[in-house]
């Protein structure tokens, strides 16, 4: 079935970087895309992009653009999510799941716990 | 980009309710919807892909249906473990986009 570990909380100022990952078990890492989805307080779910750890393709969010960078380590099975130019609307938490493919439908079969940043002066 | 639209945005139930959440889309995505709950503290979880079959191991109590951009989730027999978050996601072309949320309180 498989499972993803995510990095603890972070605390980052205005204008900081912070960088999330993913730790992957029980099945092959390259073969399925990573998605990273987050949900600020109150707020729903907003994907935020994804990244072909086979290829290195990467799709990001229009929103996210500019900030966003997703990378991967095939050597330890970990994605990362890495957001720049923090302001406090980056408060949320962040999500990393896998996805699957059943006759053509594409879903997220597998979701991280989740991890806070909080971002505050 | 193509836009989820949930509602309702929340709905008081009880236990043993039958329960019905409605999601559009902006254009036509054929059957490439899903379904996810989410309670906090805790990661989302999968229930349906093409809109209406079901992921191993959910109750068969949830099921989802298509009628052209309109997308329903039924839980038929709310249980307690039900109440939560309700998100549709279309899965057509990025961004995949979610809906705003259900939740079922």
């Known amino acids: 079935q498989g499972q993803l570990v995510q990095s603890g909380a972070e605390v980052k100022k205005p204008g900081a970087s912070v960088k999330v990952s993913c730790k992957t078990s029980?099945?092959?890492?390259?073969?399925?895309?990573f998605h990273w989805v987050r949900q600020a307080p109150g707020q729903g779910l907003e994907w935020m992009g994804r990244i072909n750890p086979d290829s290195g393709d990467t799709n990001y969010a229009h929103n996210f653009q500019a900030r966003v960078t997703m990378t991967w380590d095939t050597s330890i099975s970990t994605a990362y999510m890495e957001l720049s130019s923090l302001t406090s609307d980056d408060t949320a938490i962040y999500f990393c799941a896998k996805d699957r493919d059943t006759n053509g439908y594409l879903y997220f079969d597998l979701w991280g716990q989740g991890t806070l940043v909080t971002v505050s002066s | 980009d193509i836009q989820m639209t949930q509602s309702p945005s929340s709905l008081s139930a009880s236990v043993g309710d039958r329960v019905t959440i409605s999601c559009r889309a902006s254009q036509r995505i054929f059957k490439f919807l899903n379904w996810y709950q989410l309670k906090p503290g805790k990661a989302p979880k999968h229930l349906i892909y093409a809109a209406s079959s079901l992921q191993s191991g959910v109750p068969s109590r949830f099921s989802g249906s298509a009628s052209g951009t309109d997308f329903t989730l039924t839980i038929s027999g709310l249980e307690p473990e039900d109440f939560a978050t309700y998100y549709c996601q279309q899965s057509f072309s990025t961004p995949l986009a979610f809906g705003q949320g259900t939740k079922v309180e």
């Open positions: 029980g099945y092959t890492f390259t073969d399925y895309y």
